[in-house]
């Protein structure tokens, strides 16, 4: 096989970043930065853009059956959703609390060896942040490309819910099923005379203008005629919102709507700015014709998710598209912490997220022009390429490290 391998090399990351953040909010890329600054994990995170320039052209990870991918895939991007209960002809899937990859916003059609070598290279320096042994961290990454082998072999498609789950997945899903929608609501609202408005705190949620107001609002109503029951999305109330990291500096806001009920039964939108895969430029295969990014988002979402997250649309706002989506109260991720869990936990979390990755590859498979399940389970009986994501997600875990450091020098001062 050919030997995939790369320079690491210093250069001005600082200035590469900059660039691709220009058109984003000024003050809020300051919070980003400073975010991006916590460990080389984060700052990973943050430079998704960085990781598919570096990426080699002449690889063979680019040989790989063309899927349907996230494109950001990190050990942070999974979490739990309550399926849509219009997603499944089974009434045994309506409205369950699932485990997969929650976020697509930089989903394209390309190899899926450029989802399993940014997962492979997260976990590397989650590895380090965690503060494991370096072995530990390899052997993490054989654990995920052997269940995300197995999975393949076996050609089934099926969620992970609360049946199949193993360990703190079980145990996070096992939890979620005692959260109220009234807990969630009363994070971000507060009662005024029995009536919720969001709550400004001024770090995570910040008040809007009365333009923006007006914008969100009229958006939200034109969508909301499209739905069987439009009073259900009559707005409350609207602020902006601040989270994630690498979206971090797009607009975002967090809209609350009457639901089936005030006050305990509203309902809680998020409604996300969406601009171009950031893989974009590096992708040479054959696109849709998307009507915008984030149909793009909402449907890549749809094709690979056996229950999509309920209330996925989009909206436009002042000529920009943003994809909208319940805020659940079963919705949760899971954070890796140093000591929060076992080795042998940590094991079935990432074996899971290697069965998870699979199960979205299949079932996104065939669609689109994308390569079918039999090219997927015959990739899965040749394992060369699974030494090939290995070292490519060492040497790049070295190239992460040194842009970190440039990047940490050069904003010392924010």
């Known amino acids: 096989m050919e030997d995939i391998s790369t320079d690491c090399y210093s250069r001005d990351a600082w200035e590469l970043i900059q660039a691709f953040n220009s058109q984003r909010d000024r003050q809020v890329l300051i919070q980003k930065y400073l975010k991006m600054r916590k460990d080389a994990f984060t700052f990973f995170r943050g430079t998704c853009h960085l990781f598919y320039q570096d990426l080699p052209r002449s690889s063979n ?23 849509d209960e219009y997603a499944h002809q089974s009434k045994l899937y309506q409205r369950q609390i699932y485990f997969g990859i929650n976020d697509f916003d930089e989903g394209v059609a390309a190899p899926c060896t450029w989802d399993l070598a940014r997962l492979a290279t997260s976990i590397l320096l989650s590895a380090v942040s965690l503060s494991l042994e370096q072995a530990e961290g390899q052997n993490l990454v054989r654990v995920y490309l052997d269940a995300y082998t197995s999975t393949l072999n076996a050609g089934k498609i099926y969620p992970i819910g609360d049946a199949n789950a193993r360990g703190v997945v079980a145990d996070l899903l096992d939890s979620l099923q005692q959260r109220k929608r009234s807990e969630l609501l009363d994070k971000y609202t507060e009662l ?25 609002s009229k958006a939200i109503d034109e969508w909301a005629q499209s739905q069987t029951d439009s009073a259900f999305f009559e707005v409350l109330d609207v602020g902006f919102r601040r989270a994630g990291t690498g979206s971090l500096g797009l607009d975002r806001y967090l809209v609350l709507v009457t639901g089936k009920g ?7 939108l998020d409604v996300k700015q969406q601009q171009s895969s950031c893989l974009q430029p590096y ?6 014709a998307w009507a ?12 690979v998710q056996f229950a999509p997250p309920a209330l996925l649309a989009t909206v436009t706002i002042a000529d920009r598209s943003y994809l909208l989506r319940e805020l659940q109260p ?19 979390l990432i074996s899971t997220m290697g069965e998870v990755t699979a199960v ?14 039999q090219d997927l389970i015959e990739f899965s009986n040749n394992l060369d390429w699974q030494q090939e994501v290995i070292t490519y997600a060492n040497i790049y875990v070295r190239q992460v490290q040194i842009d970190y450091q440039n990047f940490c020098e050069a904003t010392k001062y924010l």
């Open 360 to 373: 979205t590859h299949l079932h996104g498979s065939g669609k689109l022009g994308v390569a079918i399940g």
């Open 262 to 268: 005030s006050p305990d039964r509203n309902y809680l």
């Open 283 to 288: 992708v040479t295969i054959p696109q849709p």
């Open 192 to 216: 005024i005379k029995n009536q919720r408005r969001i709550e400004i705190d001024d770090r995570q949620i910040f008040g809007v203008s009365s333009h923006q107001y007006e914008l969100v």
């Open 61 to 83: 990870l680019n040989l790989a059956p063309v899927v349907w991918i996230c494109g950001d895939l990190h050990v942070e991007n999974f979490g739990t959703y309550k399926g």
């Open 292 to 303: 915008n990014e984030a149909t793009r988002v909402m449907e890549i979402q749809r094709l």
């Open 330 to 348: 079963m919705q949760d991720k899971i954070a890796l912490k140093s000591g929060s869990m076992s080795m042998n936990s940590l094991k079935k």
